[in-house]
């Protein structure tokens, strides 16, 4: 059974700094990329930064460029998002995912089979 485990979220003041894990487990992650989505109230799920192990380029949304860090641990199957200078916009539930999919797929949700429970992000004003 894969399992994937969101820690780190939590309340923070515009301008603020949180580091959000995603604990892997039940499955081989180490050749597929591991991806980090948001979703905030009445918005669709959106990506945010993704790293694949076969090339191991980190890959961001532009609104986050500069500011968040994508990060993972093959030997430990973790995936890490530092996220630096946040803004009140980035207020959402993020989530880890897991899957196989192409490149040209990376950023779309559908293309993921594995997901976390998520874990909210609030960021104040």
């Known amino acids: 059974q894969v399992q994937l485990v969101e820690t780190g979220g939590g309340l923070v003041q515009a301008g603020g700094s949180l580091r959000l894990s995603c604990a892997a487990s039940g499955g081989t992650f180490t050749r597929g990329p591991l991806t980090w989505f948001r979703q905030a109230p009445g918005k669709e799920r959106e990506f945010v930064a993704a790293?694949?192990?076969?090339?191991?380029?980190?890959r961001y949304t532009d609104s986050v460029k500069g500011r968040f860090t994508v990060s993972r641990d093959n030997a430990a199957n973790t995936l890490n998002l530092q996220m630096n200078n946040l803004r009140p916009e980035d207020t959402a539930v993020y989530s880890c995912a897991a899957g196989t999919p192409i490149l040209s797929a990376l950023r779309q949700p559908a293309s993921y089979g594995y997901w976390g429970q998520g874990t909210q992000v609030t960021v104040s004003a």
């Open positions: 790293i694949r192990w076969i090339d191991k380029i980190p």
